[in-house]
């Protein structure tokens, strides 16, 4: 079990912020929550849901997610993986067509500052 951030942390839906995912271990803190703190500049805050089509437009945007790092312990992501998005790169790919779906409860509510609730409704799967 891992550390959490911030044991108080709540989802955009105003409940206990849940778990996105521990395998891929994601999260700013690799924790598996999609918390933030002071130290996260890229407000890594959206339990998103990855597709083929999120993954290239992110890879297009110059963040190549699907690439195994091995230097970093990092397998690379592959559709159907849930992964701690930065808010403002989940909005990038709403603008741009690309976004994928998201897991409410497992979404930070500092989202809610990059993207209104109504929105994150309309991309919502159940947790």
């Given amino acids: 079990m891992t ?19 521990t395998d891929p ?11 933030t703190g002071p130290h996260d ?4 805050t959206v339990c998103a849901v990855m597709t083929a089509e999120f993954l290239e437009f992110s890879r297009m945007m110059g963040n190549d997610l699907s690439t195994p790092r091995p230097e970093l312990a990092f397998a690379g992501l592959k559709p159907g993986d ?7 790169r989940w909005k990038e790919a709403l603008d741009a067509g690309a976004a994928p779906q998201l897991v409410l409860e497992a979404t930070h509510e500092e989202t809610l500052a990059i993207v209104p609730l109504g929105v994150l409704k309309d991309y919502a799967v159940k947790a």
């Fill in 82 to 88: 849930r992964w701690c998005l930065c808010a403002p």
């Fill in 41 to 44: 500049v890229g407000m890594h």
């Fill in 25 to 35: 271990m994601t999260g700013f803190f690799r924790n598996g929550c999609c918390e």
């Fill in 3 to 21: 550390t959490r951030y911030d044991e108080g942390a709540k989802n955009v839906l105003g409940g206990e912020l849940q778990s996105c995912s």
